[in-house]
């Protein structure tokens, strides 16, 4: 741990240019273009004296968990780029409501990076089956056009929630009614890692480049 932080601490200071310094694994798909300092916004305080604080704690053996040569990436840096305006259907920030408590152990939905973990190369790097911890109960008598949602729900299908609906509505698409028609799970799969998104192109609001 120690070495690491000494390490991180050296790059740093070795090399100007943070694009230089390894990053901890593949971008994610999209991501190719992007700036490092998009996301690692730098911590408050000069780099020199974040270095120098780090490495007096370090040489003194003490733990080093001041933020050093970025804050911790956090919802705003995504947003500055994936605006929705509003109109997310699963908007990470209302999933701090105390009725979400159960999923926030589970699936923490109210942080981007949790489904989208940064460097691992994968668009979605929680599997995408995690609809259950919210989804259970669909209201009785309410008609849903489709398939039996509370038999899907009921069997622990939650595999199957994918190959009909995205998870943010930001595309239009025309929604399967049946399963027999539904998206197959590896285009699913191969989505949620780097492959081409099933729901097709047109997207509602585009990705800004910055
Ligand atoms: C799309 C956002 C994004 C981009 C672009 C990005 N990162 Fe990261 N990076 C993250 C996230 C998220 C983490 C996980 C840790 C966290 O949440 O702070 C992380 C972790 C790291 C870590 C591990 C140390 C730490 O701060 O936890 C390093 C080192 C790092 N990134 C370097 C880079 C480099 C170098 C680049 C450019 C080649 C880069 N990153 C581009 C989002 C990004
Ligand atoms: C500087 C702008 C910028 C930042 C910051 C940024 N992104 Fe992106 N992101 C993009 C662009 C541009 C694309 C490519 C969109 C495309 O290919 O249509 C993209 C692609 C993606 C994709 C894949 C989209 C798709 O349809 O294939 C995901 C998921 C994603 N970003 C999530 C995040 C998350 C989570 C964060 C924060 C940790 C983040 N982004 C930060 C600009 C950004
Ligand atoms: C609980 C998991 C989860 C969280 C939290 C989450 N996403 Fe996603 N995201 C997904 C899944 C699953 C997909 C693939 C299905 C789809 O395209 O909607 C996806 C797709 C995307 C895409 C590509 C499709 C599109 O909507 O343009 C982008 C960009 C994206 N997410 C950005 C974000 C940002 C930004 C945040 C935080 C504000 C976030 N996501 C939070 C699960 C999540
Ligand atoms: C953290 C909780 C949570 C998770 C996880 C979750 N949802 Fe939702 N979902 C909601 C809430 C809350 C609503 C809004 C319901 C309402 O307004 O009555 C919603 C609404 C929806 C809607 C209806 C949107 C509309 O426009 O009427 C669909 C479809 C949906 N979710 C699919 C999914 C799928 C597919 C997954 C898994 C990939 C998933 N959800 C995971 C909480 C969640
Ligand atoms: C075969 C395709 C298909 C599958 C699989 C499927 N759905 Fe649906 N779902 C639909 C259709 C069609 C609707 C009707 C509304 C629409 O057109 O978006 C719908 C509506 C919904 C709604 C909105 C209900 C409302 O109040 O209007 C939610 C929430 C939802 N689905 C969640 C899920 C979850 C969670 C799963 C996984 C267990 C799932 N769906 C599996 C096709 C599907």
Same mark, same amino acid.
């Given at each position: 741990?120690?070495?690491?932080?000494?390490?991180? =601490?050296?790059?740093?200071?070795?090399?100007?240019?943070?694009?230089?310094?390894?990053?901890?694994?593949?971008?994610?798909?999209?991501? &190719?273009?992007?700036?490092?300092?998009?996301? !690692?916004?730098?911590?408050?305080?000069?780099?020199?004296? +974040? @270095? #120098?604080?780090?490495? +007096?704690?370090?040489?003194?053996?003490?733990?080093?968990?001041?933020?050093?040569?970025?804050?911790?990436? %956090?919802?705003?840096?995504?947003?500055?780029?994936?605006?929705?305006?509003?109109?997310?259907?699963?908007?990470?920030?209302?999933?701090?409501?105390?009725?979400?408590? &159960?999923?926030?152990?589970?699936?923490?939905? #109210?942080?981007? =990076?949790?489904?989208? +973990?940064?460097?691992?190369?994968?668009?979605?790097?929680?599997?995408?089956?995690?609809?259950?911890?919210? !989804?259970?109960?669909? &209201?009785?008598?309410?008609? @849903?056009?489709?398939?039996?949602? #509370?038999?899907?729900?009921?069997? &622990?299908?939650?595999?199957?929630?994918?190959?009909?609906?995205?998870?943010?509505?930001?595309?239009?698409?025309?929604?399967?009614?049946?399963? +027999?028609?539904?998206?197959?799970?590896?285009?699913?799969?191969?989505?949620?890692? %780097?492959?081409?998104?099933?729901?097709? %192109?047109?997207?509602?609001?585009?990705?800004?480049?910055?």
């Amino acid at each position: 741990m120690f070495w690491a932080v000494g390490l991180a =601490v050296f790059l740093v200071a070795a090399v100007a240019n943070q694009d230089e310094i390894l990053s901890p694994g593949p971008v994610n798909p999209g991501h &190719e273009a992007v700036d490092c300092t998009s996301c !690692h916004l730098p911590a408050t305080g000069s780099h020199r004296q +974040q @270095i #120098q604080a780090n490495l +007096q704690k370090f040489m003194a053996g003490e733990n080093t968990d001041a933020p050093f040569h970025s804050e911790p990436v %956090d919802n705003s840096a995504c947003e500055d780029c994936h605006d929705r305006k509003m109109e997310d259907r699963h908007p990470a920030f209302r999933f701090k409501e105390p009725r979400f408590k &159960e999923a926030r152990a589970s699936v923490a939905p #109210q942080y981007c =990076v949790s489904c989208h +973990q940064e460097h691992t190369g994968k668009r979605v790097a929680n599997g995408g089956d995690f609809c259950g911890s919210c !989804h259970r109960e669909f &209201e009785e008598g309410q008609k @849903i056009k489709g398939p039996d949602h #509370q038999a899907l729900a009921d069997q &622990e299908r939650f595999d199957t929630c994918l190959k009909c609906h995205d998870f943010h509505g930001n595309h239009r698409y025309k929604v399967p009614q049946e399963l +027999q028609d539904a998206f197959s799970k590896e285009a699913v799969l191969y989505y949620l890692d %780097d492959g081409p998104s099933p729901f097709g %192109d047109d997207k509602i609001h585009a990705d800004r480049e910055q």
